[in-house]
C-alpha cells in the first residue's frame, strides 16, 4: 500500500484528494495547521482510516519528524493560503506558507528519499487572457494578483528543486475548482448561502469577468492520474473546457434556487482583477488519458443541492 503524505488535507480540494485516496487504497497522512480554511469536519468519515497531524508546515523539524516517521512514498502538496482577496488585504501568511512553507518541503523532500513530489500550482500563475486563446503549460507566468505571485514562486521552487536537485517534481495547474465543502468565501459558496438567505449577492464590477469552471471530483482525479502516471519534471494543466461569466454563473445559482435576479448586487471591482483565465489542457488529455467528465450545468446542480442539504457544516463558518 504506497503512503500519501498529503498537505492541506482538511481543506477544500485536499479533503477531497483524501477522501478518494482511502477509496482508491492508498495509505494516507495528513498535515494541516486547521487555520480559518482547514476543517476536519471535511475528512470525517475517513477519520479512522488516515493518520492526521496538526502542523504548519513552515515548521522544519517538525515537519522532517513527520517525514523521518511516515517515510512517505510521495507527497500532495495543496496546502496553501488559497484565497485572492485575503492577500490582497494581507500578503505576509502567503509568503510564510505558500512560498517558504513549499521551500520546508522541497529541503525536506531533497534529503528523504520519495518517489514523486506533486506540486499544486493553479492557472492563475499565467496572469489573465484579455481576449481569445488559453495558456499552454509553456506559456509564460505572468501573475497579478499577491496570491497568484506567491503560488508561481512555489511553482518555479519546483522546477528549480528538480532541475537543481533531482527532487522529483510534477506541477500540477488546475483551472478554478468548486464542489461540496468549499469555504463559503469563494464566489459559488457566497453566492449559494446568500441568496438562500435571500441576502444580496454581491458580484464583481459587471460580473463580465471568465473563469474555467473545474468540479472538485475531476480536479482530483486528474492529479491522481498525475500521480500514478504523469512524468517527473513536467507541469500538466487541469481545465474542464467550460467558461463562464461570474453573472451567468450566479444567474444560474439563482435560477436552480429559484430565487430573483434582484439579488444580485454589483460592487467595486477588485484591484488588479484579472479578466479570463483558460487552460489548454491537451497535454494530460494525450499523455494520462485524462478528460474532465462534469458538465458544469450538472457539477453546479450537485453544489448547490448539497449546500442545500448540509447547512450543518457552512452556517456555522459565515
Ligand atoms: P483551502 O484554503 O480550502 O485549503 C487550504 C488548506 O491548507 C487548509 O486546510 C489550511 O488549514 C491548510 N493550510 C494553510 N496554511 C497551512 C500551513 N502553513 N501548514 C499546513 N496547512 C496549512 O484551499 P483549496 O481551495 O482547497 O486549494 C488547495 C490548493 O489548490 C491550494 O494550493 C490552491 O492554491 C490550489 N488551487 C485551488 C483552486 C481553487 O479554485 N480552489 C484552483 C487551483 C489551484
Redesign the pocket.
Known sequence: MKKLLV?????????EFVRQGVRRGYEIVV?????????LRRIKEVEKEITFYQ?????KEFMEHIFVKEKPYAVI???????VDRSIGDAF?FL???VR?TQILFEISKRYRIERFIN?????VYGELKGEGNFYETSPLNPNSP?SAT?ASADMLGRAYFRTFGVPVIT???????GPF??PE?LIPVAISRAMDNKPVPIYAKGENVREW?YVKD?VSGTYAMLEKGRIGEVYNIGSGQERKNIDVVRRILSILGKSESLIEFVKDRPGHDFRYSLNSEKIKNELSFEAETGFYEGLEKTVRWYVDNEWWWRRLL
Do not use: M
Open positions: 498537505t492541506g488535507g482538511a481543506g477544500f480540494i485536499g479533503s498535515v494541516d495547521k486547521l487555520t480559518y480554511a482547514g476543517d502542523a504548519d508546515i513552515t515548521d502538496h495543496w496546502a496553501a493560503e488559497s484565497h501568511p510564510e506558507t505558500n512553507g499544486i500550482s493553479t492557472d492563475e496570491y503560488k500540477v495547474r488546475p483551472s478554478n475548482t468548486y468549499q469555504y469563494k473545474l480536479c
